[in-house]
């Protein structure tokens, strides 16, 4: 979609003067994406078009399935789970199986992806959720049992609305609002079940942005294939690229530095967020510290494979996983003495 490309969810330049692709606040875009499907038929599931109801569904078989879709999707995310207290080991996998879903409605609805995401959000704010949908059973019970905040939830819903018309972002200050509504918001609805102490939030806001980042730069090519480029205009720019260069899978030295730019900065987001773990309980900062710690080893792989985001996809083996928790370990220590001492 071309960045002047107007739509009714977007503030757009001409529209009370904001910059291009600047979104409306999460209310007000929910609320219009909502009207905006009003009248259309509904779907029975979101992105499918038929639902066939089946044999309602105990908390414990719901549970169970987001455990299932969150080891099958992101493999990274269910090995760092696996050192939370089993509590909230399954309320975290609750969450983030809402999320991946959520995010797939747009990116692989068969219909019309704004019918089937505005549907979703109808589900979600439910009274109660449909008794044989695992994920939106799980999402519920782990909602209400923590009281998390529908705010939150709401702009988290915002930020997959936002791949319905955006999919270029002018500057980085402009790309920081995606992050945090898809990545920075699961973070601190993820403290809202494992605890934290005041003044974390910071901490979580830019850990999800680096996340998310690393998620951009790992995804550049199916981004590409899907006509979205989320590294910035300006950064683009500052390296003498554009967007069909991307499209195209240019892999140059240009491209090669632009990677290298955007790399830094994750990195020092990383590293800004890193001292915000002695803010979380102890039985959840290994986690949190495992997901920072293979996430981060994202960016070293996207290097190991010659910056080819195009064609491989960079990941962390088991292995590698497993390699990192000794240095991990001793990280935490080193970071709950000084805390102490401070």
């Known amino acids: 979609m071309p960045l002047n490309t107007q739509h009714p969810i977007v503030l757009s330049l001409q529209v009370g003067g904001k910059d291009v692709g600047q979104p409306l606040p999460a209310e007000e875009q929910l609320a219009m994406l909502l009207h905006m499907t009003d009248n259309m038929p509904l779907l029975d599931t979101p992105g499918t078009g038929t639902r066939v109801v089946s044999t309602p569904l105990s908390l414990e078989q719901a549970y169970t399935a ?4 969150i080891r099958h999707h992101s493999k990274s995310f269910f090995f ?4 939370l207290p089993v509590g909230k080991r399954r309320a975290v996998r609750a969450l983030y199986a809402f999320c991946r879903t959520t995010d797939d409605i747009v990116d692989m609805a068969e219909d019309d992806p704004a019918r089937a995401l505005g549907e979703w959000v109808r589900q979600v704010r439910a009274p109660a959720p449909p008794p044989d949908d695992p994920v939106l059973l799980a999402w519920h019970d782990t909602r209400i049992r923590y009281n998390l905040p529908s705010a939150l939830v709401d702009e988290l819903l915002a930020g997959v609305a936002m791949d319905l018309t955006i999919d270029r972002y002018n500057t980085f200050a402009d790309l920081w609002l995606y992050c945090y509504r898809v990545a920075s918001v699961v973070g601190l609805l993820s ?3 494992i605890g934290s102490a005041a003044g974390a939030e910071p901490y979580a806001i830019k850990l999800g942005v680096a996340a998310q980042l690393t998620n951009i730069l790992r995804d550049i090519g199916e981004d590409a294939r ?3 480029v989320y590294v910035p205009q300006e950064d683009l720019e500052r390296f003498d690229l554009c967007d069909e260069d991307i499209l195209a899978g240019v892999c140059d030295q ?3 530095d632009l990677i290298d730019f955007e790399i830094a900065r994750t990195r020092q987001l990383y590293d800004e967020s890193w001292r915000g773990i002695v803010l979380l309980p102890p039985d959840s900062r290994l986690a949190i510290g495992a997901a920072a710690w293979v996430y981060r080893g994202i960016l070293d792989k996207v290097i190991v494979n010659d910056y080819d985001v195009y ?3 960079a990941y962390l083996s088991l292995r590698e996983k497993i390699r990192l928790l000794p240095d991990l370990w001793q990280a935490l220590r080193q970071l709950n003495r000084e805390h102490r001492v401070s």
């Open 66 to 69: 987001c455990g299932r879709i």
């Open 80 to 83: 760092s789970t696996q050192f």
């Open 191 to 193: 403290m809202g079940i």
């Open 226 to 228: 899907r006509g979205r």
């Open 254 to 256: 240009r491209f090669r």
């Open 311 to 313: 064609h491989k996809r």
